[in-house]
Structure formats: C-alpha cells, structure tokens
C-alpha cells in the first residue's frame, strides 16, 4: 500500500539554523511527492512538489529531492525564519489522491 | 483569481445530527476532494467527485455522502454525527487527469458535542 514516514515535532530552531525534516515514503508505481505547509488556523499550501525519481522541488528557500533509491524525500532549508513556523506535511500523489503523512510542527525562534 | 472557497468556517453540532459542508473549487478546476483532518493528525481522504460523480473513496463509512453541482462546486454531508467525527474539513481542487496539485481551501472547523 500507500503510505508517508515523517519525523516527530516539534522540530525547534533559532533563526538561520539548518533545517532538515525527514520524509519517507512506501508506494506502488511512481508517486509524485509534495510537501505542503499549514499555518496556524488555516489549510494547505503548497510548498513544493517532484514528479519523477531525481527530480528536485524547490520554493521560497526550501527543497526536496526525490529519491528513488532511498524512498525519501526530505525537506530542507538553509536559513530559517520565524515566519517559517508552521506545520509541514509530506504527501504522495497515486491512483489521483493524497496520502499524507502525519505533519512535523516547526518553531523558529529569533 | 479566487481560490478554494468553504463554508462555513466554523460549526458546532450534536451527536446524531446531520451536517452540510460546501466547497467551491479554484476557477478552472473541474475535480474536487474532500479529506478529514483529525487534531494533530495530517490529513486522510473522504472521496473526490468529477462530472458529478464519485470516482474515488476512502476508507470512511457510508454515513458520509457528498454530491458535486453542474457548475463544479461540492457538498460533502455526514449524517448521524459522532463525537469522533470533530475536526477540519478540508476540500481540494484540481484539473481531472495527470499529476497536477491540488489546491486547498482553509477548511471547516466542526465541533461535535
């Protein structure tokens, strides 16, 4: 079957740390993978996204690689920001819906 | 462009009652679905309607039912309401077809006393 691995949070940083949220995934086929972000008292947005094996998705200073080999697609930024608080979840894309994964809170701090 | 609308924002029902969720997808779009989104759980699929029909289904028991109009917007409705039935409902949209994303209302909030 279908499923998503996230790491537990919450996930604490001061701002510009390194960030790195571990996503792993089980599927049959070839998925595409997202990860979107919801902010407190709202829905999803999407981050960004990755159709095929090697591709890389990137936003706003955020990226993720798909890889194949290793079923994962983790996220990661360079430099965080306090604004960048939110919960993050990883989803695959098969048979036209979204399977998620259960979401890791970030927390930025100045 | 307007995005993913819902309503209502909020509800609060008891248990045994009924509900009716409404959802209007992003212009263009023409598939719309719903998920389910326990407290601090991500979120888990209902059923996705295109050309007024249910093409898919989730692993979610026949009290929920939805229906989707002529002009693409969508009801999602549950009937006999749980306690375990609170939490944010969430409907997206897309372009049938493909791997294209789906696109995310703000969800509504219902609270089952």
């Known amino acids: 079957g279908n499923s998503v691995t996230q790491m537990e949070g919450p996930v604490t940083l001061s701002e510009e740390a390194f960030l790195t949220i571990n996503c792993t995934y089980t599927?049959?086929?070839?998925?595409?993978l997202f990860w979107y972000v919801q902010y407190p008292g709202e829905g999803l947005q999407l981050l960004l996204k990755?159709?095929?094996?090697?591709d890389k998705g990137s936003n706003k200073g955020f990226e993720a690689t798909y890889r194949k080999e290793t079923t994962s697609f983790h996220l990661e930024k360079g430099s965080v920001q306090v604004s960048d608080s939110a919960v993050y979840f990883c989803?695959?894309?098969?048979?036209?819906?979204?399977?998620f994964g259960t979401g890791t809170r970030l927390q930025v701090f100045p | 462009d307007a995005g993913v609308t819902q309503s209502p924002t909020h509800l609060i029902k008891t248990r045994g009652q009924q509900v009716t969720l409404r959802c209007s997808p992003k212009?263009?779009?023409?598939?719309v679905s719903w998920y389910q989104q326990a407290l601090g759980q991500g979120p888990q699929f209902i059923f996705q309607y295109y050309e007024e029909e249910e093409r898919q289904r989730g692993n979610f028991p026949d009290r929920f039912s939805g229906h989707q109009f002529p002009n693409y917007s969508s009801e999602l409705n549950v009937n006999a309401l749980l306690l375990g039935d609170s939490a944010l409902y969430l409907c997206a949209s897309q372009n049938w077809g493909g791997n294209q994303p789906q696109h995310f209302g703000d969800g509504t909030r219902l609270s089952i006393l």
């Open positions: 990755a159709t095929k094996a090697d």
């Open positions: 599927a049959t086929g070839y998925p595409s």
């Open positions: 212009s263009g779009h023409d598939t």
């Open positions: 989803a695959l894309y098969n048979t036209d819906k979204l399977i």
